[in-house]
């Protein structure tokens, strides 16, 4: 038993768990103190006394010390790196806003600057708001029970059955009527209904219309405002386009493409063709200049007038964005399906 040695162990004992391992190693039961004491007995009476006080004074300054120590270390193992406090710290998770209302938030700012206005129109609307002023007459096929959420209610002579809005263009000639006039400067978003459900269609949706009525609006305000939406919402180098299409309340009606943003807009992805596009170009949604009648149906003159309009689907352009491959897990309710996306 050498107390130096035995002092330094315990001096430089780095945590209490490793100091409770050094006290038994010399004051437990078969401590080398404990045994150096117990060899004691076959000593000379003289020389039992002599060490035996001599040891008694040892063990005594090795308890102090250990004493000493243990107080100064923590209880924390001091093994452990030491708390880092410059570092971030862990973020709680709080819960989110829905992609889709983050979207419309988007849609809203990226809108509101270059002078639009919002305006959310009704998602139970009259059948005369949602064909008739849209030049959609008794026989087109939107009117079809297949194609259209009808609701049962009062009949109106003048504006017939009710639906849940199948688009927001119905709210083309409300605007109009409500502006009472040009210039109008809408941007209108709103949940539709439609009876389809698969990856990229469910029965409750949302679309976003633009609307631009004014003296000399021509087609060049059209794709300047597309463009500048989609440079906006997908990022600077993304390119539009718009190709010929038919819609009874456009004319001439588009259906405006934008460049994927996966392939860049060469349609190939590693020598294989683009999964999202398989093209190099994306359909955005339908757009056109504002017929004759949906502007005689709100009561402005199309001989004075003129306007563009468009409709996107908002979960359409999420989907293409890539931040979703289904537009179902949406409205399911179960969030850790696209938390990582958002
Ligand atoms: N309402 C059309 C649709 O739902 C889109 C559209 C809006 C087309 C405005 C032209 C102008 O498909």
Known sequence: MDKDLAQQKIENAQSREELTAIYNELFGKNGSLTVTLKELKNL????????????????????????????????????????????????TVTGDLHLTTKAIDDIRRIFQKIGFYDYTYHEVEWEYFSFDTLNMGPTHPARDDFETFFVQGPVSSK???????????????????????????????????????????????HQFEGLCVDKNITINHLKGTIAHFAREYYGSDVKTRLRPYHFQFTEPSFEV??????????????????????????ELGGAGMVHPHVLRSGNIDPEVYSGWAFGIGIERILMMRGSIEDMRPLYEGNVSLYYHNS
């Open 159 to 205: 504006y017939g059955r009710m639906v849940m809005s199948p688009h927001t263009s119905s709210g083309q000639a409300r605007e109009m009527l409500r502006r009472q006039g040009p210039p109008i400067r809408m941007i209108s978003i709103a949940k539709c209904y439609r009876p389809n459900w698969d990856a990229s269609h469910t029965p409750m949706f």
């Open 257 to 282: 493409d934008i460049s994927c943003s996966v392939c860049n807009g060469t349609g190939m992805v590693d020598n294989r063709k683009c999964k999202v596009c398989k093209s190099g170009w994306l």
């Open 44 to 91: 000379s009476i003289e020389e039992r006394k002599e060490r035996g006080a001599e040891l008694n004074i040892i063990k005594r300054e090795l308890q102090d010390v250990y004493d000493v120590k243990w107080n100064t270390l923590s209880e924390v193992d001091t093994h452990k790196p030491p708390i880092d406090v410059t570092l971030p710290g862990e973020r």
